[in-house]
């Protein structure tokens, strides 16, 4: 039994491993304001802060962090990407973007953060931000890393309410689950779960294998202690 628990702690401990040692930590994306309205076919500059936990520029290098943009998804399958360019405040970007018509889910790509759900753009028509929990916002973290330009809002009040640029057309955009604060890839949580549970599985068969039952006495050989009976009585003598 100890050799069981031992190898799937092993193995557990092994496909945790799998997960890079930097994804512990998760980011948000904040848009600068949008025109108030987005016409289809027309290119638009998009400013946008990418900031690890919510509230502060991310602590490594711009190699270390990887890929940042947006990423636009009409549910038809077409998903159009535009990367981003570093701007001169720290964790600010600008990204050139052109869109045809349609309502498109809007994601924010992050490097090797998750990627963010911002909202859901109709275009023509404008932006409706995603709820979201700001409850990170106001932590001891916060600080003027910027100077006079900063991310919208700046410093961040945690009851305020959310910017919502709302669409100029009357179409009802599609609302769209808020992201999970969490760096961790999904696929690696799965492949953890999975691992564990096959483990589990096979201990557990290995456990409850039936074992041989121990060969019965034969009945022809008499219990120990039992008394003899007359036909097992030699008689000696004539008695």
Sequence with gaps: MRR???????????????????AGGW??????PLPGRIEAGHAYTVGYWLLQHGNHPYGGTEEELG???LRFNNGNGTMLEFTGSRLAEPAHYAVAV???????????????????????LTVPGGLVLSERDDTMRGGPEVK???GEIKPPGY???????????VPASSAEPVTAPAQPASGVPAYLLVVVALGAGAVTFVAQRLLT?????????SEEIGEPGEPETEQDVLVIGGR
């Design 27 to 32: 980011a948000a994306t904040e848009l600068d």
């Design 4 to 22: 069981v628990l031992v190898a799937v702690l092993v193995v557990v401990a092994l496909l945790a491993g799998a997960v890079p040692a930097n």
């Design 67 to 69: 890929k940042t943009g």
């Design 155 to 165: 410093p961040w009040d945690s009851t305020a309410a959310a910017q919502v640029n």
């Design 144 to 146: 003027d890393y910027w």
């Design 209 to 217: 294998r039936r074992r041989p039952e121990p060969e019965k006495p």
């Design 98 to 120: 052109k869109l045809p018509a349609g309502i498109w889910r809007v994601e924010a790509i992050q490097g090797w953060f998750s990627p963010y759900e911002i909202g859901t």
